[in-house]
């Protein structure tokens, strides 16, 4: 058995490891015939890669993409693309001290139960570095969706760092581009820069959380009951590494309302429905509603963290550990453009998928 694909029609196999000579992934289903080069993938490549400033892992990767199949005069021909990622700037001797201890809030000591051995370098599949690959197959799917839903745009921002969330009276998106937060407030980006270099300076980390919004995502979108558009969001999200919770339109918080307050109203607009609110965010009945899209994930603090942690070893005695390396400080950060990634993947999925069942036809209202 191999659980190491998603998608159903848009599908995606990643593979190699954090400290690995490269890593990837295999993308089928992509339509032929649509432009796509090494230069469309690089800028999203960009966004995701380690060591572009303090408040991140100081690891200098490149992470420059080459297309080894599936694109030809151009345009890619309607076979697997294969996309490779070189590892450049490994120091696996840091983890030379935990070859045989289980670092606390790893995969380590699961992986050691599931399979009798583990890559102790960096934690292999396990570490945050399998996203570059995820965030290469999101940028042939923004490709594709440019192409067959031109207005279609998907944008991830932080909302939370920590115990401190943004004001979203202040939220405006031209904010995201200007920190090193990818936050739309501009006054919680320089709370937060100031509260990461005191955990960072004190071998401490912080979880966040991250919104992802796709707009312009056309009504019809997603299957019942078992391909549910916010089923797959919520599995394609809580499959990326230290993400501990989905939430979809207000989530979680929908507990707390009342039905007179959630019911998303409805009025007849002159280009068809109109709804007054989104707070099932996009998605009604696993189906979207033609709002946008709305998803959140939370991930959790960073593991490998300098402050000496109580664990045990192989052999099973008790021990301190500190983790050597370099880490984020704050791993959410970097999580924003791989969950732009795994939307846009879910996105041309069930777009590909209601074509294929519909051909696209919508029923007639007014």
């Known amino acids: ?47 995701r890669k380690p060591g572009q400033n303090k408040f991140t892992t100081q ?102 760092m920590g115990g401190r969330g943004i004001d979203r009276g202040r939220l405006e ?24 270099d005191e955990l960072r300076l004190s071998h401490n980390s912080v979880g966040a959380v991250i919104e992802v919004v796709a707009e312009g995502v056309p009504p019809g979108l997603g299957a019942p009951l078992y391909g549910k558009l916010d089923s797959d969001l919520a599995s394609a999200m809580m499959s990326i590494n ?13 507990a707390s309302l009342t039905g007179v307050d959630n019911a998303d109203e409805i009025r007849m607009g002159p280009d068809g429905p109109e709804f007054l609110s989104n707070h099932a965010g996009g998605i009604l009945g696993g189906i979207s509603t033609g709002q946008p899209v709305i998803c959140r994930f939370a991930v959790k603090p960073t593991s490998s963290i300098l402050t000496p942690r109580r664990t045990i070893n192989a052999s099973g005695e008790e021990i301190d550990l500190i983790t050597k390396g370099r880490h984020d400080p704050c791993v959410g950060i970097r999580a924003v453009p791989v969950g732009e990634a795994m939307m846009a993947c879910v996105i041309l999925d069930h777009l590909l998928l209601d074509r294929g069942q519909t051909g696209g036809m919508r029923g007639r209202i007014g």
């Open 173 to 196: 998106l031209a904010e995201v581009e200007r920190n090193p937060f990818w936050c739309p407030d501009p006054v919680a980006a320089a709370d937060w820069a100031a509260y990461l």
């Open 1 to 47: 058995m191999s659980f190491n694909t998603f998608g159903h029609i848009f599908r995606v196999t990643t593979w190699g490891e954090s400290h690995g000579p490269a890593l990837g992934c295999t993308v089928d289903g992509v339509p032929p015939g649509v432009a796509l080069s090494e230069a469309d993938i690089q800028p999203w490549m960009d966004k």
């Open 242 to 254: 230290a993400v501990k919770a989905v939430e979809i339109g207000d989530g979680m918080a929908a």
């Open 59 to 160: 690891r200098k990767e490149a992470d420059e993409v080459r297309i080894l199949s599936g694109v030809f005069d151009g345009v890619t021909t309607g076979t697997p693309i294969q996309l490779m990622i070189e590892n450049t700037d490994q120091r696996s001797k840091d983890y030379g001290d935990i070859a045989q201890a289980f670092r606390p809030g790893h995969a380590d000591i699961t992986y050691h139960q599931k399979y009798g051995l583990r890559d102790y370098r960096g934690g292999g599949r396990s570490s945050a570095r399998e996203t570059a690959a995820r965030v290469a197959a999101g940028a042939v799917a923004r490709a594709v969706l440019a192409r067959m839903v031109p207005g279609l745009r998907i944008t991830g921002y932080m909302v939370q």
